[in-house]
């Protein structure tokens, strides 16, 4: 089992920068895929962005690529998420997700990210 702690959530105005993190607990971090989900009010959870275990692939959501990244430190058991050029529209709860296997079993409490324009 892992458990999964977001932080870095926050207030910012549109066009501005936050970093997100997802501390892991547990010896086997590295055996996980991560990712990135949000859910906007009145709106279902999207992915955002998905990282494998080594951190040699990742992949986006065509509404944040060029302006999110996603990076992880096994060492720290940590997965990241740079958001860039914040947008209104990227107003949610972000949440972290862990899948050993077929799909993501492993989720945080999320963490609110609000973007004013």
């Known amino acids: 089992q892992v458990q999964l702690v977001e932080s870095g959530g926050g207030l910012v105005q549109a066009g501005d920068s936050l970093r997100l993190s997802c501390a892991a607990s547990g010896r086997t971090f590295s055996s996980y895929d991560m990712a990135w989900f949000r859910q906007a009010p009145g709106k279902e959870r999207e992915s955002v962005a998905a990282i494998s275990r080594t951190g040699g692939s990742t992949d986006y959501a065509g509404s944040v690529k060029g302006r999110f990244t996603i990076s992880r430190d096994n060492a720290e058991n940590t997965v990241y998420l740079q958001m860039n050029n914040l947008k209104p529209e990227d107003t949610a709860v972000y949440y972290c997700?862990?899948?050993?296997?077929?799909?993501?079993?492993?989720w945080g409490q999320g963490t609110q990210v609000t973007v004013s324009s």
């Open positions: 997700a862990a899948r050993w296997f077929k799909k993501y079993d492993y």
